[in-house]
């Protein structure tokens, strides 16, 4: 044998290439919705962290100003407020981003909501609602990202859709949730009809379907201590989700390592995809 031969980041082949920078997205801009807290913000951090400049939006200004300062300390993090399940939010976004940037790497689709009621109360305006939020928002934002991100795309290092769906649109949920894990179950249909479509470009789309992670959605679960202790015991790996474990998720796709992948819906979710019955 004459040595093993790994592709580089140009595309080129050469014996025992450079694995050290396998998982690496240094240098590359990102764009983060629902940035300010929750999963957006642990996957903004890990993001900052590994070297992009990411852009976070969120409805409210105050928080989304706070979180890039936040992050800022680790690296570059622009807040862009907006609303975009609003009729100007996705403009707002966009002018932004357009103004400061020739290129977008990666385009992670994370802004959503819930609602929750029992069945026969719950009411038909949660369904347009988070569809407009859930799905509609982020469609528009992808196909208005197209320019940018074909603009950093290469065959050899793709443009990068990674949009967040939930273990609530894998499996039937424990609460009655009903428009959520719909339209959840929506993102990840979506996200396999959009990695059809943008493969030539070369653009991968992937979802991540996470389980519980501390954020405000899952509050009125997680910060009771026997609850959360009660969610734990029914997670083969007995434990809540962690920031990173998020964030790998989406630096692993968003990195070479991840630029075979496309319409891939991964859970992570320490084991409770598998685990419910």
């Known amino acids: ?156 290092d793709p443009g990068r859709v990674v949009n967040i769906g939930s273990i609530d649109g894998l499996t039937i949920p424990a609460t009655e949730n009903y428009a959520y894990s719909t339209t959840k179950a929506g993102v990840h249909m979506l996200t396999r009809h959009l990695a059809h479509t943008l493969a030539a470009d070369p653009i991968t789309v992937n979802a991540v379907a996470p389980g519980p992670f501390d954020s405000k959605m899952m509050a009125f679960v997680l910060d009771d201590p026997d609850s959360r202790a009660a969610v734990a015991s029914r997670i083969p790996l007995g434990r809540i989700g962690e920031p990173d474990d998020v964030a790998g998720a989406v630096i692993y796709l968003s990195s070479r390592a991840g630029r075979y992948v496309t319409g891939a819906v991964i859970p992570v979710d320490g084991g409770a995809t598998f685990a419910r019955r």
């Open 1 to 156: 044998m004459t040595g093993r031969t790994l592709m580089t980041a140009s595309g080129d082949t050469s014996p025992d290439g450079d694995i050290s920078s396998l998982f690496s997205v240094r240098g590359k801009v990102a764009v983060v919705t629902g940035g300010s807290r929750g999963i957006g913000a642990m996957i903004a951090s890990g993001l900052v962290r590994a070297g992009c400049r990411v852009y976070i939006t969120a409805r409210k200004p105050a928080e989304c100003d706070a979180k890039a300062a936040e992050l800022s300390a680790f690296g570059e993090c622009v807040s862009v407020p907006a609303d975009l399940s609003g009729p100007d939010g996705v403009d707002q976004l966009m002018q932004v981003v357009r103004a400061r940037e020739d290129q977008l790497h990666i385009l992670v689709n994370n802004a959503g909501a819930t609602w929750g009621a029992p069945l026969e109360e719950y009411p038909l305006e949660a369904f347009d609602k988070l569809w407009n939020i859930n799905i509609k928002a982020m469609f528009e934002l992808t196909v208005r990202s197209l320019p940018l991100l074909r603009a950093a795309a290469s065959a050899a």
